[in-house]
């Protein structure tokens, strides 16, 4: 089984930066892509990046490029989250999320078999 745990979260102000990480304590599938999302109060679960199984490929929702960075462990088994220049928008409870078939479509919720608990991340104005 896949077991996912976040680490990272916390408060920040508006500026600062913050890591996330996600370790997979379960089973790693071979060529399986992993990713996070994120869910503000009120609003539904979105897309925030996803990188593939060697970590040569990498996507990322329009309003984090240039500020977060996806990356991968040489183990396969773990994947951080770099976020600089952080916004008050960017406050919300950040899930990390596995799919075994790297054909699906990264940015749908639908394609990950696998979440994590989720961590939450508040920046401040």
């Known amino acids: 089984q896949v077991q996912l745990v976040e680490y990272g979260g916390g408060l920040v102000q508006a500026g600062d930066s913050l890591r996330l990480s996600c370790e997979n304590h379960g089973r790693t599938f071979a060529d399986s892509s992993m990713g996070w999302f994120r869910q503000a109060p009120g609003k539904e679960r979105e897309f925030v990046a996803d990188?593939?199984?060697?970590?040569?490929?990498?996507h990322y929702a329009d309003s984090v490029k240039g500020r977060f960075t996806i990356s991968r462990g040489d183990a396969k088994n773990t994947v951080s989250l770099q976020m600089n220049s952080l916004k008050v928008d960017d406050t919300a409870v950040y899930y990390c999320?596995?799919?075994?078939?790297?054909?699906?479509?990264?940015?749908?919720?639908?394609?990950?078999?696998?979440w994590g608990q989720g961590t939450q991340v508040t920046v401040s104005s």
């Open positions: 999320a596995a799919r075994r078939n790297s054909y699906t479509t990264y940015d749908n919720l639908s394609s990950y078999e696998y």
């Open positions: 990188i593939s199984w060697s970590g040569i490929i990498d």
